[in-house]
């Protein structure tokens, strides 16, 4: 294998994972684990009370 | 090794969270202000040989909730099925309201739980005179009473030894009245209450969401057939509860001056009031953004210009390939687009740790009551807005203050309009590209235009919370009850700490997103299937004969990325944005940082660098000098400019507030009102600037 193609072949590997890590980050978030990892204060969220939104 | 459960209950803005982290040296958000904590936070130490799991609860004047973060505490402290039902509590109290804070403790004893009591603060206290009588407490208590200076750490080390004081026998303080003597039976029956008082607390709640339906179901009937009132129940605990508190502590506590309320008054007398109040807070405000402005500039452009020749150092360092265009145009452009921030974002946090050190934030929180009302909110909408100027989510969290469910839901609706520290990047660039760096009356004018921002996201949250009032017809009108917390000194290392975290979060937290999109943007701009984009040396010979060599090249650049994956993509959506003076580098730009806001700057640098063979020009350069293809002027003008800052402004461009919506609201519904409402507004309102100004 050439220079070139090994180059690729490390650019093919880190695009995966950067698009693997976006859609982990963003499923996380929906489903419920960590809510936020943006440093915003709430890095120790749990569980969340929900609003009964079917009463209003 | 023994493990312990242990939990830090006490009033709101008592220090919980400051003594939280004491003990577990962790850094748990904590401020001068109530309502910092609405939910239950863990952390562990080991002392002694015993491994301690602290739970620092939320603020709670009692054990009968009102609001979601009450109900929270009660929760946690009632049901011994708990996951994080207690071993031990330890109450602190406040040496000013020392009555309350007992309240508190003598709720927890007879529920049965052992606890020992914390006075915190109490070097404020002595300074101010008030002399206490600790041995005689611990009498009346029946516990361990320890003296703590949270900020400053003294008592900590006492504190982490009394953990394994085992109480003495605990005398009830409150009788349950006679005539709810048989209710009470009956409700431990239902229920199965470990005793009379824990009968008694499930009897007077408001709600019982916590009991499986069927108990809840035959509670109702109970205060149905017996005509219970909860509320009435709780009064009549509070009041007799005082009346014993009153004989008991009448000489536990002596005042011996009021010199410290006549500080805190003297500068409540100017700070809160109703016209010089808000002209201070408005100077201030000013104070920040020109400040932010001035102070960053130099650090601004040495990042900058560091991280130009970074790029081109490591374009001369690395071979030639694929890989090097990676490196210099992916990945160091992008964290560069970041890392430049961080002296804005670190000014902005300074004055943030600032104001919730000494207290001022609880008087900000009272000026903005005043204007909440009209639109709809609470007087408790105030802590959520005003957290969100730093950031929307714990502000929506927050939120869960709110006990009335119409107005929770408008404050976590409408608190993604304030201006987060995320918009912050987008504002300080947009701004240096199309307004004069000039003075008007005597302060700078970009400073003065992003404080305009500011006031901007004020009124369209105020504004959308109004519209919403109408929609949703609320009526219920929940007050803000805020006890003002005495003027402190901030503490420099728990400032430095904050501004620490703050912004290695936002630097680390929006990097790691920003690392990712740099990458994937560079393999979509930098590969591409079309005739156009593999030929493109030929086209561009073809239809450009005689032109030299350095514009070759960056003809040849810029048709690569117009006919790449990614050139693809925004031309595809540029129809849509076209009108609001956007092309589809831009597009680009809006689509990525849909995911955080702070990306668009990172993302434009990328898309640029990709655009041309100049490696050794800064971000600020690649954007002020890049030429909109559709209207040959430059991509950056007054219109676009004002277009993009209104587009962000109130475009819902952040994946992580739409997730903690959806998580509080519960509702995919509400979520995409939200969603949809703010994406429209913000692309109307960029429509109307773009073409008015055009």
Redesign the interface.
């Known amino acids: 294998m050439d220079?070139?193609t090994i180059?690729?072949l490390?650019?093919g590997t880190?695009?995966v994972?950067?698009?693997a890590?976006?859609i982990r980050?963003?499923r996380r978030?929906?489903k419920?684990g960590k809510?936020?990892?943006?440093?915003?204060?709430?890095?120790?969220?749990?569980?969340?009370?929900?609003?009964?939104?079917s009463?209003? | 090794m023994i493990e312990m459960k242990i939990a830090l209950v006490g009033n709101p803005n008592v220090g919980k969270s400051t003594i939280f982290n004491q003990l577990t040296g962790l850094r748990q958000k904590a401020g001068n202000y109530p309502g910092v904590t609405v939910e239950r936070k863990t952390g562990t130490f080991t002392h002694q040989q015993v491994k301690y799991q602290l739970i620092d609860l939320p603020g709670a004047y009692g054990i009968h909730p009102s609001s979601l973060d009450e109900e929270v505490v009660y929760r946690v402290l009632a049901d011994p099925q708990n996951p994080n039902y207690p071993e031990k509590v330890v109450v602190i109290g406040d040496p000013f309201n020392l009555k309350r804070s007992v309240l508190l403790y003598q709720q927890i004893r007879e529920m049965g739980l052992p606890a020992i009591f914390v006075i915190n603060m109490i070097d404020e206290a002595e300074r101010a005179g008030l002399v206490i009588d600790v041995q005689q407490l611990e009498k009346v208590l029946a516990t361990k009473v320890l003296l703590t200076d949270a900020r400053s750490g003294k008592g900590i080390d006492e504190l982490r030894a009394a953990l394994q004081h085992q109480p003495g026998e605990y005398a009830a303080a409150f009788d349950i009245p006679e005539e709810y003597a048989a209710s009470v039976m009956q409700t431990k029956q239902i229920t199965g209450a470990r005793n009379n008082y824990n009968a008694w607390l499930t009897l007077s709640q408001k709600h019982h969401r916590y009991l499986p339906a069927d108990q809840a179901d035959e509670l109702a009937t109970l205060r149905k057939d017996q005509s219970i009132n909860y509320h009435r129940l709780q009064i009549q605990e509070t009041l007799a509860r005082y009346t014993w508190l009153d004989q008991q502590l009448a000489t536990t506590v002596k005042d011996t001056t009021k010199k410290r309320e006549n500080a805190t008054a003297r500068l409540d007398k100017l700070l809160i009031h109703p016209f010089w109040g808000y002209v201070i807070f408005f100077a201030l405000l000013l104070l920040i953004f020109q400040a932010i402005y001035t102070w960053s500039g130099p650090f601004m452009d040495a990042i900058d210009n560091g991280f130009a020749w970074l790029a081109a150092a490591t374009s001369e360092l690395l071979p030639a390939g694929p890989f090097n265009g990676l490196i210099t145009d992916g990945i160091i452009t992008g964290i560069g687009g970041i890392v430049i921030f961080i002296p804005q974002i670190a000014i902005l946090f300074i004055f943030i740790s600032l104001m919730e050190e000494s207290g001022y934030m609880s008087r900000v929180v009272y000026l903005m009551d005043r204007w909440l009302k009209p639109f709809g909110l609470s007087g408790k909408s105030a802590v959520p807005l005003m957290s969100g100027a730093a950031c929307a989510i714990p502000a929506v969290m927050s939120a869960r203050t709110i006990e009335n469910d119409k107005e929770r839901l408008i404050t976590i609706l409408v608190t993604p309009f304030m201006t987060c520290s995320a918009r912050l990047p987008i504002y300080i660039i947009i701004i240096g590209l199309v307004i004069p760096q000039t003075k008007f009356m005597g302060l700078d004018l970009q400073g003065l235009v992003l404080f305009g921002m500011y006031v901007l996201g004020v009124v369209a949250a105020l504004g959308s919370a109004w519209v919403l009032k109408q929609v949703m017809k609320t009526s219920y009108k929940s007050y803000l009850i805020l006890e003002m917390p005495t003027y402190k000194y901030p503490v420099v290392r728990n400032v430095l700490y904050n501004v620490w975290d703050k912004t290695m979060g936002f630097v680390l937290g929006a990097g790691k997103i920003i690392l990712a999109i740099s990458i994937i943007l560079w393999v979509l701009g930098s590969f591409g299937i079309s005739e156009r984009f593999t030929n493109a040396e030929e086209i561009v010979r073809m239809e450009n004969p005689g032109i030299d060599e350095e514009a070759f090249e960056n003809r040849v650049q810029s048709e690569r990325l117009e006919y790449s994956f990614l050139g693809s993509m925004g031309r595809a959506i540029e129809p849509v944005i076209e009108p609001l003076g956007y092309d589809w580098k831009m597009g680009i730009g809006l689509i990525s940082s849909f995911a955080a806001r702070e990306v668009f700057v990172s993302t434009m640098a990328t898309v640029y660098s990709l655009g041309g063979t100049d490696d050794e020009l800064t971000i600020r350069e690649r954007m002020g000098a890049e030429i909109n293809q559709n209207t040959r002027r430059p991509a950056y003008n007054f219109a676009s400019g004002i277009s993009l800052l209104l587009f962000y402004a109130f475009a819902m461009q952040c994946m992580s507030t739409i997730a903690i919506v959806r998580k509080e609201t519960n509702s995919w519904k509400w979520t995409f009102i939200q969603l949809a409402f703010m994406t429209g507004f913000a692309y109307l309102a960029a429509l109307l600037a773009y073409q008015m100004l055009k």
């Not at chain 1, 936020?36 to 204060?41: E, H, I, Q």
């Open positions: 220079a070139i180059q690729y490390i650019i880190l695009f994972v950067a698009l890590y976006l980050r963003t978030s929906f419920g809510s936020c990892s943006k440093g915003c204060g709430c890095a120790f969220t749990e569980k969340t009370e929900p609003l009964n939104t009463r209003l």
